[in-house]
């Protein structure tokens, strides 16, 4: 398998290097975790931040509702499995034009969800650029003193949970690229759809939170690829971890591309966007966190234990037998 715990990405390195020096206060965590938190009252306020790029986190012809919805929903999710509950954000938008019709569709969404969500737009700026639209979200969340649930943390003998199905997104993307995805799902629209649904418009898990908060050692968002994220937060540990591969959670569309030869096992646990919470939960407290989970709405699988060493991750087909994985995740750098 390639790829090693203490291996970082480009983007890791990026931020290891040239930022983590400047992140001298507590609550930055050394900028080894998706968020920071800053003690306010009797609460800590949890913030985190994520841009989303034209051409790069969605497509130039995505419904403009769509991108406001993503952009706001990416960091819910990290709020989400930080085990806060949302409470208010800033948007910074850098737009080629001021095109009308785009702008009143996005803000349609945008208000959509933060009502929805319980996180009022609190304020932001919007400057003009030559290049690609991006828009950055700065959301902030709640959490009791200290509660805040780290990537680091994970401890051997835990379980690896995760919520939800893994890959429907990067299978979304390959059907709006035209790749040959698409050809195995002519006459199921249905499946289609959802998966590029899944790709558009990810589904924090925020009803999720206070059970990661009550019961996760460890917890972040998969963003970038189950395996790749899998990574990071064993190495923020300092463990690793035994995984079954027979584990992750596929939804039916993706079983049936993997079925036809469409798509690969290794192409959903790699691929990005899927917006899950990847967790590690105590053996002796699964069963409580399943149940919390299951009174949230929220489907919850067991991928496998955290177990000692430093090695990376290893993936197991239903022999026991490691799997090679070429790809970790999707890496900007």
Not at 47 to 62: M, Q, R
Not at 163 to 170: E, F, S, Y
Request: hydrophobic share 45%; aromatic share 6%; proline share 6%.
């Amino acid at each position: 398998m390639s790829g090693s715990p203490d291996v970082p990405s480009g983007e890791d390195s990026l931020i290891a290097r040239y930022f983590k020096p400047l992140a001298t206060d507590p609550g930055a965590f050394g900028l080894v975790d998706d968020a920071a938190a800053i003690p306010a009252g009797a609460d800590d306020l949890v913030v985190n931040t994520d841009a989303i790029v034209e051409g790069v986190h969605y497509l130039p012809d995505d419904p403009p509702d769509t991108i406001a919805r993503k952009a706001l929903r990416v960091n819910l999710s990290d709020l989400a499995a930080k085990g806060a509950a949302p409470a208010g954000f800033l948007l910074t938008l850098a737009l080629r034009q001021k095109d009308e019709a785009w702008l009143a569709a996005f803000a349609a969404g945008l208000g959509e969800d933060a009502a929805s969500f319980g996180c009022p737009l609190l304020g932001g700026d919007t400057v003009s650029t030559p290049g690609p639209v991006m828009i950055s979200v700065t959301a902030w969340g709640r959490v009791p003193r200290g509660r805040m649930v780290h990537r680091f943390g994970a401890r051997p003998g835990d379980r690896v949970m995760v919520t939800g199905t893994i890959g429907d997104a990067a299978l979304g993307l390959r059907i709006l690229q035209g790749k040959a995805t698409i050809a195995a799902l002519a006459g199921d629209p249905a499946a289609r759809d959802m998966l590029v649904g899944r790709y558009r418009v990810p589904q924090p898990r925020s009803a999720l939170a206070a059970a990661v908060r009550d019961f996760a050692t460890a917890s972040m968002d998969v963003s970038d690829g189950l395996a790749g994220d899998l990574t990071k937060l064993c190495a923020a540990s300092n463990v690793t971890a035994d995984i079954q591969l027979s584990h992750v959670p596929i939804s039916s569309a993706a079983a049936k591309l993997l079925a036809a030869g469409a798509a690969q096992l290794e192409t959903l646990i790699s691929g990005g966007d899927d917006y899950e919470i990847l967790c590690t939960v105590p053996a002796a407290q699964c069963d409580a966190f399943r149940a919390a989970a299951g009174a949230a709405g929220v489907a919850v699988a067991d991928l496998g234990a955290i177990v000692d060493g430093t090695h990376a991750p290893r993936f197991l087909d239903e022999q026991g037998r490691q799997v090679s994985l070429q790809r970790l995740s999707y890496s900007h750098f």
